[in-house]
């Protein structure tokens, strides 16, 4: 499973990629704002700051809701870097503009997936990725994991290259029950990802560990 950090914060993305695990970015426009990055200059120079950080997939979301906004931004975006992937919401606008990225040759990510029927399409479409938001629906009562297999047994059932992007991702059970169901991709903050490393056994044995080498050693 591909490991995508999930924020704009400069910090944090340069972080998780020295940890050596960082296969991409993703980012969405409320992520850009908690950065105070506004204005198109500042924006555009951002991601091509993320994507100078990272080697691998950074997704840049589109403001625009209508077919025509979405073409020009999207292409703008893709124009930056190579890593750029471009964000489009499941919207009917979103699958044409989607189809057309698929024809083009622009990688895209289909955004603010809470359902399989919106999956269906986002695949159909050609979409790189989807985003199934989990940790929305869990915040509704509904167990964003029940998504994630769900999709996963319709791609499977037709070979659809699009990849599941588990996104929304909360804390670590959320990316091992991800990892458990076969998503290709999680994306969360850099805390869920530090989280997986924690475990008391291990603190309690390295602690013995080392006071053992120490009484022999000095
Ligand atoms: O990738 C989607 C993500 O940014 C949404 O996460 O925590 O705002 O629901 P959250």
Do not use: W
């Amino acid at each position: 499973m591909k490991f995508f950090i999930d924020t704009a914060n400069l910090e944090m993305i340069q972080e998780a990629q020295d940890l050596g695990i960082l296969d991409g970015v993703t980012t969405n426009p409320s992520l850009m704002a908690k950065e105070g990055i506004s204005g198109n200059e500042n924006i555009i120079n951002h991601y091509k700051k993320i994507c100078e950080i990272v080697d691998g997939d950074v997704s840049a979301e589109v403001i625009s809701t209508d077919f025509e906004g979405m073409i020009r931004e999207g292409e703008a975006l893709a124009k930056l870097h190579s890593n750029i992937v471009v964000k489009v919401p499941i919207i009917k606008d979103g699958i044409k503009a989607i189809k057309y990225f698929s024809d083009n040759g622009i990688k895209t990510n289909c955004t603010l997936i809470f359902s399989a029927g919106q999956a269906l399409l986002a695949a159909k479409a050609g979409a790189t990725y989807v985003s199934p938001f989990i940790g929305r629906l869990d915040d509704v009562s509904t167990d964003g994991m029940d998504l994630i297999a769900q999709i996963r047994d319709i791609y499977d059932n037709y070979m659809f290259d699009t990849e599941i992007l588990a996104a929304s991702v909360r804390h670590p059970m959320h990316i091992i029950q991800c990892a458990e169901i076969g998503a290709d991709v999680m994306t969360g903050p850099l805390s869920a990802i530090t989280a997986l490393l924690n475990h008391p056994l291990t603190d309690i044995g390295l602690a013995k560990f080392l006071a053992d080498f120490k009484k022999v050693n000095g």
